[in-house]
T-cell receptor, first 110, second 114 residues
Framework: LAKTTQPISMDSYEGQEVNITCSHN???????ITWYQQFPSQGPRFIIQ???TKVTNEVASLFIPADRKSSTLSLPRVSLSDTAVYYC???????????FGAGTTVTVRA | DSGVTQTPKHLITATGQRVTLRCSPR?????VYWYQQSLDQGLQFLIQ???????AKGNILERFSAQQFPDLHSELNLSSLELGDSALYFC?????????????FGPGTRLLVL
């Protein structure tokens, strides 16, 4: 499994855009990149998944450069309720399990 | 609400005891996954079942076992409990299996071993 590295924590203010970059230097050809969000004492929740270039949904955008050795999760106009831990995961389609790292704790302040 | 239910929400027991955690997947989902989240180990995959059969194993101790029943609900059995087993235990489900599928997590069972 490709190892991922992401910042331990990030602070932001309401209305700002938050960008979390995840490094995955040894990502394999068949690997996909997935992000989950977790609030305290709740189970993780899927945010977005991508393979290359850019993916956007109603919650976030995921930017993946051509070499795929990193990816950036972009949360537009965050609110206090976006305060959570964000996990970057990498795995191929034959991985049944999710391998979570330490994640990035994002704190949004008023 | 993910559609995955877990019972009980909280469990307090003593060392050496045995407990059973229960998970009902989302309607129609065939795969069930169990994860353990503790302060020092983070969120770790334990085991996965697909349509009643064990499909993948992670860092699951021999004192722990699981099964998935014909109605697709799953149980995680923890025996000879130790203080270090205190953690949040999450169940997740997905329609079939594979990394590309979203896993839907339940609210978790908080286990405290005294």
């Amino acid at each position: 499994l490709a190892k991922t590295t992401q910042p331990i924590s990030m602070d932001s203010y309401e209305g700002q855009e938050v960008n979390i970059t995840c490094s995955h230097n040894n990502i394999a050809t068949n690997d996909y990149i997935t992000w989950y969000q977790q609030f305290p004492s709740q189970g993780p929740r899927f945010i977005i998944q991508g393979y290359k270039t850019k993916v956007t949904n109603e919650v976030a955008s995921l930017f993946i450069p051509a070499d795929r050795k990193s990816s950036t999760l972009s949360l537009p106009r965050v609110s206090l309720s976006d305060t959570a831990v964000y996990y970057c995961l990498v795995g191929d389609l034959n991985d049944y399990k999710l391998s979570f790292g330490a994640g990035t704790t994002v704190t949004v302040r008023a | 609400d993910s559609g995955v239910t877990q019972t009980p929400k909280h469990l307090i027991t003593a060392t050496g005891q045995r407990v059973t955690l229960r998970c009902s997947p989302r309607s129609g989902d065939l795969s069930v996954y169990w994860y353990q989240q503790s302060l020092d180990q983070g969120l770790q995959f334990l085991i996965q079942y697909y349509n009643g059969e064990e499909r993948a194993k992670g860092n699951i101790l021999e004192r722990f076992s699981a099964q998935q029943f014909p109605d697709l609900h799953s149980e995680l059995n923890l025996s000879s409990l130790e203080l270090g087993d205190s953690a949040l235990y999450f169940c997740a489900s997905s329609p079939t299996q594979g990394y590309q599928e979203t896993q839907y997590f339940g609210p978790g069972t908080r286990l405290l071993v005294l």
